[in-house]
């Protein structure tokens, strides 16, 4: 159970890193490259948002009460 958390822990840390990078670099590349980056940033965001959703469904799944 130790290695899933730490392995959805990572993922989220991940995709956050690269939404964060995406969204900076916008500025430093040419016009023609903007929207790909957009997109990028895009989807590791939506990509994050799934795996935090994960991570609380696997979270909560294996809490004593």
Sequence with gaps: M????????????????????????????SMRFRPALVMSALVVGIAGYHYWRIFG???ASYRLN
């Design 57 to 59: 469904s696997w979270d």
């Design 2 to 29: 130790v290695i899933v958390y730490n392995l959805l822990s990572l993922a989220i840390a991940a995709m956050l890193a690269s939404f964060a990078f995406f969204v900076m670099a916008r500025s430093q590349v």
